[in-house]
């Protein structure tokens, strides 16, 4: 800044200081336009914002299962059991889930042990667990030994296990729709997993397992209308609006031509 001069006669001329900037701390004028530096208050911004790939992948597939004509074997994977069933169906499911590696080496440790000093240390393995992979699922649906199966509804791509709902009916086993595949794969210590199924529980969960089973049942393996109806089909804002004013204009015109007919 220069320095101010009084512009009266005969006063002294005072030289104000000169500012210096500041290196570590550069003054940095605020930018007032959209996505700048202040937020106008009230306005939602979030569609200015530029999202990641992988979240506008995952928008684009939402909007374009709400608008294409979907199938009844990919539209069923959007139905899912509700929160309180998901919390008992985990419940049963977290009681029978597999030893982990420390875990197994353990007992391994413990057998040959055993063996070595030849004395019957009984059975330390687990007999009932939860069974995952996508194969040996499939072979225990085939071979009805899976008494419950769950499948993951976020599957990508969803032709992984599109056909198993289909091979469970067919085999009568009852299975269920859960959300979602990190859920499922918790269970087996992994980070994903597409389907997970028991294949027996002890005597005092039999008659939960036997709850689970006749909902299954219910909801998926006997209930026609998951297996028959279409989805989509959801127009967007401005088409049913555009679609709306078209249906009050057909109308006026219809209710002029019965005015017209009912005079003459």
């Known amino acids: 800044m220069a320095p101010k001069k009084s512009t009266k006669k005969g006063a002294k001329v005072v030289k104000t200081p000169i500012s210096k900037a500041d290196p570590l701390f550069p003054s940095k004028p605020r930018n007032f336009n959209v996505g700048g530096a202040v937020r106008p208050g009230g306005r939602d911004l979030s569609r200015f914002v530029k999202w990641p790939r992988y979240i506008r992948l995952q928008r684009q597939r939402s909007i374009l299962y709400q608008r294409l004509k979907v199938p009844p074997s990919i539209h069923q994977f959007t139905q899912t059991i509700t929160k309180n069933e998901a919390v008992t169906v985990f419940s049963l499911f977290s009681k029978y ?13 413990g057998l ?7 004395k019957d240390s009984g059975k330390s393995g687990l007999v009932h667990t939860v069974k995952y992979g996508l194969k040996h699922v499939t ?8 008494e419950l199966v769950l499948i993951a509804f976020d599957v990508e791509p969803i032709e992984l296990v599109m056909w198993m709902p289909a091979l469970c009916r067919k085999m009568e086993v009852p299975y269920m729709i859960v959300k979602d595949k990190g859920r499922l794969g918790a269970l087996v210590h992994k980070k994903n997993a597409a389907c997970v199924c028991l294949t027996g529980v002890k005597k005092e969960d039999k008659s939960q397992l036997g709850l689970l089973q006749n909902l299954g049942r219910e909801k998926y393996n006997d209930n026609e209308k998951v297996v028959r109806t279409w989805g989509g089909g959801k127009v967007g804002l401005k088409t049913e609006a555009k679609l709306n004013k078209r ?3 057909l109308a006026v015109e219809e209710a002029k031509k019965a005015a017209t007919i009912n005079r003459a």
């Not at 040959?112 to 030849?118: G, H, I, M």
């Not at 072979?139 to 899976?146: M, N, Q, R, S, V």
């Open 139 to 146: 072979t225990l649906i085939e071979e009805k030994k899976a």
């Open 247 to 249: 249906a009050k204009a």
């Open 97 to 109: 889930r597999p030893e982990t590696s420390a875990a197994k080496k353990e007992r391994l440790k």
């Open 112 to 118: 040959a042990a055993a063996e070595a000093t030849k």
